[in-house]
């Protein structure tokens, strides 16, 4: 799981999926910040993807990301810390720990990709904290297990995100966007 694999099978895949396909985006590791290199972020600082060799970050993950196609659909799920944003989007958002879902506040000045496949992220938790780990895994990642019940659950991603925060005991708190 190198930086480079990682994004090569995200550039790989969004070549050949088409209209109407689903792609899913799994990531459980370490996650990281780092300076905000080209001044997108309100915290200045980027998320990352801690891989085997170095870390993701959350601009070059964006740019995979949009070059989906129209009417595919992404879900990516991130257990690891600082993953609240570490897809980037086209916009970013400031720290806000009492906020279940936080307002998106501002676009970089700069000309971004345009993302043009849907995307709903559930991320462990929020930018600026980190996520709980245990032998057996993540918390996040076992709470998503134990709510989606080998897929019998059945419900909206807004739905599953609330289970996974009512199963979770540490004091992470899960990120939804769409």
Known sequence: ATRDNILAS???????????????FYYSGHGGQQP????????????????????????KIHYALSRFEEGVRLVMISDSCNSGTNYKSIKTISVNESAIFRPFAKKSGKRSTEMKAELI??????????????????????????????????????????????????????????
């Open 10 to 24: 995200l550039y790989r895949a969004s070549e050949t999926l088409v209209d109407g396909d689903i792609f899913v």
């Open 36 to 59: 905000d290199a080209n001044g997108d972020e309100l915290d200045g600082k980027d998320e990352t993807l801690v891989a085997y060799d170095r870390e993701v970050i959350d601009d």
């Open 121 to 178: 992220h559930l991320g462990g938790c929020r930018d600026g904290f980190g996520s709980s780990g245990y032998q057996n895994g993540g918390a996040f990642t076992m709470a998503l297990c134990e709510a989606w019940q080998n897929g019998v659950f059945n419900g909206t991603f807004k739905e599953l995100h609330t289970k996974i925060c009512a199963l979770i005991t540490s004091s992470q708190k899960p990120q939804y966007n769409e």
